[in-house]
């Protein structure tokens, strides 16, 4: 048992949070797959493959967690470079994935930019908060610094990924206000914000093509004269689709377009169709429909096989999660390592909300996987990597001293190197 704990370092629960996340999508990613078995003709490889990744992703977890938090500061110069070099490679030369440059090719294995510069920008923003704290909050010149790494990072990723640079603009506001930055600059911010987006909401109203984006989805390859704007928004067709989608009135059932709105449609039905306790694992019905069901959709896999309880349970394990990184970082005698957990735990509870929300019908699709959970290879082995931060900060950071009443001074337990 000794050995055991040596390897799983950190806090108990989060490491809980994590295998049950990790179970629940080996055996949820199997029975989604059925799509990838038909095409592969090969019933165990794609969860093979799946299982490998997560073991992968655990190995990182457990050689993060030994990386005293500390030294965290240290990679950050090294990761903004990279993230912005492969930003900009993804653009010019990333391999094409549902009408989107979003992953790079290297010869054995392809990775996602997006998801490394995720991390290195909220790494680099706790860094700057810690940094320049002052008593009655962050320093003005804070909210600056951040500004200039976080609109070419999410522009880049925008261009591509427009659900991705929102959410992650989202949670650096968010790391703003935890890091008490002046709230009149956090209302201009908003006021700007607001502003652009009904601006970007026209252009994409206007430049867009619906019908366009319904077309890609059948054409192999179509070379078409378009203008510079267009070029650098050829995603506005897909992006108008969705919001006009998402947008429009309820219809009957005898006017649903099940072409058209299959991700949707199916994923509707899997939830209205799986009752409390679902229809038991590897039961699933719509997962033979859904294109995306291990990755995009599979939250509507997981409600229909495990039915409300199931599904109320993987929402429990977020929030826990996000609970124990809010216990870990008031506890933390630094800014960096509080500001670090908190942000981290924010990515990744964010984007399973927007995961969970797209599946129920509450937002338009975005093509956010559910963190620790989807189908997935850089994604799965970053975030597992992002888990390994939050249990080092967990074991290492320098924590407050509790004092219970009529006990003498202990130490937290899961102190075990100064920062």
Request: net charge positive.
């Amino acid at each position: 048992m000794n050995k055991i704990g040596n390897i799983f370092k950190g806090d108990k629960v989060i490491w809980m949070v994590f295998f049950f996340l990790c179970m629940i999508s080996i055996v949820e990613v199997f029975s989604a797959s059925s799509g990838l078995t038909y095409k592969s003709q090969n019933f165990i490889m794609p969860i093979l493959k799946h299982t490998y990744t997560i073991i992968i992703g655990v190995i990182i977890a457990v050689v993060t967690v030994n990386i005293p938090c500390k030294y965290f500061k240290l990679m950050t110069p090294f990761l903004l470079l990279i993230s912005f070099i492969t930003l900009l490679w993804v653009l010019l030369g990333g391999e094409t994935i549902n009408g989107a440059n979003r992953v790079i090719e290297i010869p054995g294995f392809t990775f996602q930019p997006s998801e490394i510069a995720k991390g290195t920008m909220i790494l680099a923003e706790a860094q700057i908060l810690s940094a320049m704290q002052r008593e009655n909050g962050a320093d003005k010149d804070a909210f600056k610094y951040i500004l200039w790494l976080a609109l070419p990072i999410t522009f880049l990723i925008g261009l591509e990924n427009l659900s991705t640079a929102a959410m992650l603009f989202a949670i650096v506001v968010l790391m703003m206000f935890i890091g008490r930055v002046q709230m009149k600059q956090l209302g201009k911010l908003g006021a700007i914000v607001g502003g652009l987006a009904v601006l970007g909401l026209i252009l994409i109203m206007l430049i867009g093509n619906a019908d366009a984006a319904e077309e890609q989805k059948t054409a192999k390859t179509e070379k078409t004269e378009k203008s510079k704007i267009e070029k650098l928004f050829h995603r506005a067709d897909t992006w108008k689709g969705r919001i006009m989608k998402f947008g429009k009135n309820e219809v009957s059932p005898q006017e649903y377009d099940l072409d058209k709105d299959a991700q949707v449609a199916h994923a509707n039905i899997a939830i209205t169709s799986s009752g409390f306790i679902g229809k038991g694992p590897g039961k699933s019905v719509e997962r033979d429909f859904l294109s995306q069901a291990f990755s995009d959709f599979i939250y509507a896999i997981i409600v229909e096989e495990l039915g409300f309880l199931g599904a109320g349970f993987v929402v429990f394990l977020y929030v826990v999660l996000l609970y124990r990184a809010a216990r870990i970082a008031s506890r933390c005698e630094n800014n960096f390592p509080a500001l670090l957990v908190m942000g981290l735990a924010l990515l990744l509870v964010v984007q399973a909300t927007f995961n969970m929300m797209v599946a129920v019908g509450l937002a338009p699709v975005t093509g956010q996987p559910l963190p620790l959970i989807s189908k997935g290879g850089t994604s799965t082995i970053i975030n597992c990597a992002y888990i390994g931060a939050m249990l080092s900060i967990s074991r290492s950071a320098k924590m407050r001293k509790v004092t219970p009443k009529k006990a003498k001074e202990v130490e937290p337990e899961n102190e075990d190197i100064p920062e």
